[in-house]
């Protein structure tokens, strides 16, 4: 059964920094896509950035310069690392995969990490 778990999540002061990992994508056959997405109370949950299997990001206009979307070289594990964080960053983190693992593919989530920055 496939599991993604998401860390690195906490309570920061604005301007500071965290990184969230989602772990378990060594799990999944024929990952095509890696994103971020997070929600706010009350908001709808949407995308913050993205990695393709060959490398190639993507980042929601409020984010670009201030976060970055990474792979290890296992290709286990993506990182999102978020710096120069606002408290408009406060949300509820989700990783999700996308994969070719079936005729119709495969959309796989995490349970999600909270991030909470501080004025």
């Known amino acids: 059964q496939v599991q993604l778990v998401e860390s690195g999540g906490g309570l920061v002061q604005a301007g500071g920094s965290l990184k969230l990992s989602c772990t378990g994508l060594r799990n999944i056959r024929s990952v095509n896509l890696v994103e971020w997405y997070r929600q706010a109370p009350g908001k709808q949950r949407d995308l913050v950035a993205g990695?393709?299997?060959?490398?190639?990001?993507n980042y929601a206009d409020s984010v670009k310069g201030r976060f970055t979307i990474s792979m290890d070289n296992t290709k286990n594990t993506v990182y999102l690392q978020m710096n120069s964080l606002r408290t408009d960053d406060t949300a509820v983190y989700y990783c999700k995969v996308l994969a070719s693992d079936s005729d119709y593919g495969s959309a796989y989530w995490g349970q999600g990490t909270q991030v909470t920055v501080s004025s």
């Open positions: 990695i393709t299997s060959r490398g190639i990001t």
